[in-house]
C-alpha cells in the first residue's frame, strides 16, 4: 500500500505570458518586402470576454504568396553572424508567416500582401489565459463559395471578414469571449 500523499496536486495554471520576452522578432509583423506596391496592413485590438483590450497577446499569421504558393521564403529569423542576435527579416523576401505582440492599447498590424489562391489569412492567437493558442481566419472579403463562411449564421460569419479601411488598410478585432466572440477553429 502507498503512503497518503501530503499534499493534493493543483490544477494547471498560465504561467506568464512571457511572449515579449522571447518570441517576438525585429519586424515581425513587415511580410511584404519593403517598398512593394502592392502592399497592404492588416490590422486590429484583442479584446477580452469584458471588451477590455489585451495589451500583452501575440498575433501569428499565416498566408500563401500573391501567386498562390505555400513554399514560402527564409529570412523571417535571421541572425547576425557575429553576434548570434536575431535581425529579424531581410526586407526583400516574402516569407507568408508574420509575429507580432500587441502594444498597451491592446493594437496589432501587420503589413503583407494580398494571399493569392484563397481570400483568407490564416491567424492564431496567444494570450494570457489561455492554455492553448486559438486559431482563426481573417478574411479580406466575404467570399460567398467559401465552406467555412457557408457553415456560419451571419452574425458569427461577420467576426471572419475583415472591414476594409482607407490605403489599402483592412481592419479585424479578435474577441476571446462573450458578445461577438471571433469564430475559432479547431483542429484535431
Known amino acids: 500500500m502507498a503512503p497518503a500523499m501530503p499534499y493534493a496536486p493543483t490544477p494547471s495554471q498560465t504561467v506568464g505570458p512571457f511572449y515579449g520576452y522571447a518570441l517576438p522578432f525585429p519586424r ?3 511580410v511584404a518586402p519593403a517598398g512593394h506596391p502592392d502592399t497592404i496592413t492588416l490590422h486590429g485590438y484583442v479584446y477580452d470576454g469584458a471588451g477590455t483590450p ?3 497577446a501575440l498575433i501569428e499569421t499565416w498566408q500563401p504568396g500573391p501567386d498562390g504558393s505555400r513554399a514560402g521564403a527564409p529570412g523571417s529569423l535571421r541572425h547576425d553572424p557575429v ?10 523576401a516574402f516569407t507568408g508567416f508574420g509575429r507580432v505582440p500587441t502594444d498597451a492599447d ?22 494570457r489565459g489561455l492554455l492553448h493558442h486559438l486559431y ?3 478574411y479580406l472579403v466575404d467570399e460567398p463559395g467559401d465552406a467555412l463562411l457557408a457553415s ?4 458569427r460569419r461577420a467576426t471572419l471578414v475583415a472591414r476594409p479601411e482607407p490605403l489599402r488598410s483592412y481592419r479585424f478585432d479578435i474577441r476571446l469571449q462573450g458578445a461577438g466572440e471571433t469564430v475559432f477553429l479547431e483542429f484535431p
Do not use: M, N, Q
Open 28 to 30: 515581425g509583423g513587415e
Open 54 to 56: 489585451v495589451p500583452d
Open 83 to 92: 553576434t548570434g542576435r536575431v535581425v529579424g527579416r531581410d526586407g526583400v
Open 106 to 127: 491592446g493594437h496589432w498590424a501587420v503589413r503583407t500582401l494580398p494571399p493569392g489562391g484563397c481570400s483568407y489569412i490564416a491567424v492564431a492567437v496567444f494570450a
Open 136 to 138: 482563426t481566419r481573417t
Open 152 to 155: 456560419l449564421a451571419p452574425e
